[in-house]
């Protein structure tokens, strides 16, 4: 294990805004990689806030609290946050969160020109408060219909995270980890961002466009192709009424054949099948 000996200067400041029931994985990634980052430098490279809008503990979905320091009205006016990264982690449930001096505060720090980034739901507040207008944007897998739907002014892309010049979106759990080395490589170095995510044994890197979701191209070989073929028919068609007929015309696959595929590798029926992909989608 090297020693990094990176160019003397001060720390970085990332201020986490904790929404409650936020992810505590997803916020453990982020922070691992500066933590190790900071464990292989010559001085500390990075330090970190928690901050949410009153302060006090924050609970997150796990029941596992966080103290938090008050975002305070005073702070809010005061313009220009000190921090080089602010990141907002919302997760199910926070798509309905609302805030007027939060959202108003975060406006103030993309017009300073802080990199602002948005975790899984932390993507609908950021949408919500204008600052993803004409902006590529992705948010989990899960939520990315329901994501693209509601806000219809953004470029939806389903992928591991996006930079759009300040403003950043994550679609949260690992792609944490490869979000924060992409930072760690352009502030530092990649060898840096190498030795850390050897350390974390992070030995596949995605890139930003990478897929949230193996399609029906990168599935795994297990997989059939006429599964695959049908998935991904039915995902695209999620709102619209099919019957299994329709389907078999379409993919040009016997009936018969297809329902004995299912039955197969899942051990349901197509249309039981599409019954839970539509309850998902309709959750999401």
């Not at 919302?90 to 980034?117: C, M, N, P, V």
Request: net charge neutral.
């Amino acid at each position: 294990m090297a020693t990094i000996n990176t160019a003397s200067k001060q720390a970085e400041l990332v201020q986490f805004i904790l929404l409650p029931r936020f992810n505590m994985a997803t916020l453990t990634t982020m922070i691992e990689p500066m933590r190790i980052a900071n464990y292989l430098s010559t001085h500390a490279l990075y330090h970190w806030q928690f901050l949410s809008r009153h302060g006090g503990a924050v609970q997150a979905s796990n029941d596992m609290v966080i103290a938090c320091d008050e975002l305070a009205s005073d702070k809010i006016a005061s313009g220009k946050s000190p921090a080089s990264y602010i990141v907002l982690l919302g997760s199910w449930g926070a798509e309905r969160y609302s805030d007027e001096k939060l959202t108003s505060w975060l406006r103030g720090q993309a017009r300073h020109g802080i990199f602002l980034i948005g975790v899984e739901i932390g993507a609908y507040i950021f949408a919500r408060a204008g600052l993803l207008t004409g902006k590529k944007a992705t948010t989990h897998w899960s939520l990315f219909a329901g994501f693209a739907e509601t806000f219809p002014k953004l470029e939806p892309a389903e992928q591991m995270f996006t930079i759009d010049h300040n403003i950043m979106t994550c679609a949260g759990g690992m792609a944490g980890v490869d979000l924060m080395l992409h930072c760690i490589e352009q502030t530092h170095d990649h060898d840096l961002a190498r030795e850390v995510a050897g350390q974390m044994l992070h030995h596949f890197r995605c890139d930003a466009h990478y897929p949230q979701r193996p399609g029906p191209q990168t599935a795994a070989a297990a997989t059939h192709p006429v599964i695959q073929q049908t998935i991904a028919y039915l995902e695209k068609r999620i709102e619209d009424s099919i019957v299994v007929p329709d389907i078999c015309k379409q993919l040009g696959i016997p009936q018969r054949q297809l329902e004995r595929l299912f039955n197969k590798h899942f051990g349901c029926t197509i249309v039981q099948f599409c019954r839970l992909m539509k309850l998902q989608y309709a959750r999401t």
